[in-house]
């Protein structure tokens, strides 16, 4: 505690942030009752939001930076796939059952009434899943460009689920395309529904590959993150070929400090070379509130890698970035310029410990 008060008496401003964000969090809190003691009146569209705080708080309080009309689109959007993932993370399904239900999962948004019992690994998973029917009526009250999207995006990732349910992840570019499967599309798909409601019209978000770079950033970033939760469970999600040449097997790459860091620090930088495709990106987003909705994830991300980079701590436990930190790049992120700023000085901070001079070409492909 002591530790705390002397630190923030140092980092006053981000103390001030840490507050400003409470407030803006405490309206996205949980309510108390269950989903599944959930009254019949109750509005369905109230349930959609309900559900989202359970199932991705981060996200419920991101998505209120959208403006309103892309609000329920990418609400709705992003409760599909999550349904999607809660089938293909359940691991009582047999497997032919469940490869069945995923190529499907798309059509049966035309089902009002499809709703799945005992599917998902926690309670609040349990009860999406059982209440499906509430979110593919509410999903079926989009305007058909909307639809469209999600369905389109539904399907190809189902097809991903069922490749890799019976592939390993060995190089870096099978990375690239499972990352692609289960991130890259989502940035495709929000993509299309931003240029869908006509608030965005670059067209550099047609071109997916800028749009995959997004979600691949992210996506990368949380797998390098999540490695020893993820240990702990049997398995990981880094690229064998960021490992198998450094260390026979994981228990050994956990306890060798220098073979470990290794492998971290090329997962690491191999992420970051996504940054130059984000910060182009960015670049065109015209609407403020869309350009908030991005970058705010995007900037959590590349200051997380900076937190992780390096890091002995990463190989036993799940790293993150301070409480003020995050609130600092919440409350602060205002337009493309500053944002790029902030970009560039943490890339520089890294720079200095890179001794493979990655890092710095990296620096020369974003326009100073
Ligand atoms: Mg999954």
């Not at 205002?334 to 990296?362: C, H, N, P, V, W």
Request: proline share 2%.
């Amino acid at each position: 505690m002591i530790r705390r008060v002397l630190y923030y008496s140092f980092h006053a401003s981000e103390l001030a942030h840490i507050f400003q964000m409470k407030n803006e969090f405490s309206q996205f809190k949980p309510s108390k009752y269950r989903l599944t003691e959930l009254s019949q009146d109750r509005d369905d569209r109230d349930y959609c939001y309900e559900a989202l705080k359970k199932v991705s708080r981060s996200f419920a309080v991101v998505i209120q930076q959208l403006p309103k009309e892309l609000q329920d689109p990418v609400c709705l959007f992003y409760l599909i796939l999550r349904g999607l993932d809660t089938v293909e993370d359940d691991m009582n399904i047999p497997n032919d059952t469940k490869e069945a239900l995923l190529l499907s999962f798309a059509d049966r948004m035309n089902n009002e009434e499809f709703v799945l019992e005992n599917v998902g690994d926690t309670q609040d998973y349990q009860d999406l899943m059982l209440h499906f029917d509430i979110i593919i009526r509410e999903y079926q009250k989009l305007d058909s460009a909307y639809k469209e999207v999600i369905t389109e995006i539904t399907k190809e990732m189902a097809i991903g689920m069922n490749k890799y349910a019976h592939k390993n992840v060995e190089s870096y570019n099978d990375w690239d395309d499972y990352c692609y499967y289960v991130a890259g599309l989502v940035g495709i798909g929000l993509s299309k529904l931003f240029l869908a409601s006509k608030l965005e019209t670059s067209s550099k978000l047609e071109s997916n590959d800028l749009s995959n770079e997004m979600g691949l950033f992210l996506q990368k970033t949380n797998i390098t993150r999540d490695f020893a939760e993820d240990l702990e469970m049997g398995r990981i999600f880094w690229p064998e070929a960021s490992w198998k040449n450094k260390a026979t097997n994981l228990k050994e790459l956990q306890s060798s400090e220098p073979k470990g860091l290794a492998a971290l620090n090329e997962v690491v930088i191999n992420a970051l070379n996504h940054v130059p495709a984000c910060l182009d990106y960015l670049h065109c987003l015209q609407n403020e509130k869309v350009f908030r909705f991005c970058a705010i994830p995007q900037l959590m991300a590349i200051a997380t890698l900076q937190e992780l980079y390096n890091n002995p701590k990463v190989l036993h436990e799940n790293v993150k970035i301070r409480k003020g930190k995050t609130a600092k790049y919440f409350m602060s992120i205002k337009g493309y310029d500053r944002t790029k700023k902030e970009f560039i000085t943490i890339l520089k901070k890294m720079e200095k410990k890179d001794k493979t001079g990655q890092i710095a070409s990296i620096l020369t492909k974003i326009n100073l």
